[in-house]
Each structure stands twice: as structure tokens, then as C-alpha cells.
């Protein structure tokens, strides 16, 4: 991954309110990941399940099912749309009223242990949710999450909630559609043992606020492209190629542009 590396920022100083001035984390070089035994498909698990949670628009929907379409060329494995899960299955004692806003939200340990684990599919690699739906992380005094993975238990939940509209005018909006398309990648290197990215801005940064999502690349560093790489025994360069092709069909400009000259550089 050297030659794409002077493509690549590395990691701004972080603004009082970002991740890494709240959270210190020690990051995970290429080295560090092969020796923690990360979480890996294989010939019995090797699709992405992802499910939808709560009532979504049309819109939604479909971005959601272009985010699927992304998932895919992301991490080179097939990915099925699993049973849909419905806020009645959370109890009321998993929900409570966001102290920011006082809007609905739900307990991510609760979905994560007792509907995904417990429904993991046999041939899973990983599984995971999607909402709109607010999301906090139990009873740890956080306010809101956008996402929560389990690094070892292959379950993930993430929201758009507060992402915007799905369209504008009857077009794709690009801010929401980037974001989901980043959360949702995001939590899913997680499941497959991929800590937070503190050397380059990465999509395997951490996020503390919307701002911050925005201000990440959907992109991955060399170092965390070549874990994935390695665990979906994946070219890079057929990789970038896939990637140019979903960007150049959804008009995600920056993004494509970004892929083509790492493609030309390799």
C-alpha cells in the first residue's frame, strides 16, 4: 500500500468536541490486526446480513438498499437483507426520551444481545441493523451513538438518525446518502475486528457528532485498506475499480475521483 500512501491526510488535531479529545485509543497497525485473531469470513460464514429496524420511507428504503449494493463491493462478500425487526420487539424498558431533544431512542445492548446475537444466521459472517430510529448505548450516561459494532460477537446496529432527508426535490441527497454509506461500513469493520483509525483521516476514524462524519473520508487509510483487503482476499486495484464504478453511478464525485487516481496510482 506504499504507493497510495502521499494520497492520503493524515489524522487533524481534534476540535474540543471531537472523538479522540473525548476517547484515547491506541490505534491497530496491519501487524496488530493479524495478531488479535480478528473475526474473518470463511467457506460457513461468509455473508453480510443486514436488517432494517422500525418504520423507514420509501427513500430510505431505497438508499438503504443502495447502501446493500455498496456493502457488497466494500467488502467483497455477498450480502442478504434479513427479517425486518419492529419497535414493538423492543421493550419499553430499552427505550427512553433523548436528553438533548427528548425524541425516541433505543438501547443498542439490548438489540445487539437479545435480537441479533441470539438470530445470528449460521452462514453469517456478520449481521447488521439499520434505523432511524435514535440509539443510545445502555445506561453508561452517553447521549446518542450513530453506531455500535461488538468487535467479536459479529453483531452491529447503526442510525440515520438526524442524517436529513433521503431526497431533496426528488434527487438523492448526497449528504445523507454519504453518511449512512460511511456508518454503515464503518460498524461492519468492527465486526470484523477493525479498531478505530488514529494515524490517517479514514472512514475507520471515530465520530463523536455529525460534523465530524461529515468531515471523514468514505475512504480507508493504506493501513486499514489492507486489512480489509486481507480478510476479503481482496485486490486493491479490482477493488478501487468496483468502487469507481458505484460512485460514477450515484454521483458521488469527490469520492470517485479519489478511487480513480488510487486505481491509477497502483
Known sequence: MAQITPLHEKIKTPGPTDW???????????EEYLKCKPILPDKKRNIIYVSILGDISEDERELILKTVEFIEIYFNLPVKMAREITLEEIPETHRRKSPVDGTLQISTEYIMNEILKKELPKDASVYTA???IGLWPGEDGWNFVHGMASLYERV????????GKAKENGKIN??????ILKTSTHEIGHMFSIQHCIKYQCNMCGSNHINETDQKPLWLCPECMAKVCWLTRTIPKDRYKKLM??????GLTEEYQFYKKSFDTL
Do not use: M, V
Request: proline share 3%.
Open 130 to 132: 439499520i434505523t432511524k
Open 156 to 163: 452491529a446496529i447503526n442510525t440515520f438518525n438526524g442524517y
Open 174 to 179: 448526497n449528504n445523507f446518502f454519504l453518511r
Open 20 to 30: 479522540l479529545a473525548k476517547h484515547e485509543e491506541p490505534g491497530q497497525t496491519f
Open 245 to 250: 464504478g458505484f460512485c460514477q453511478k450515484y
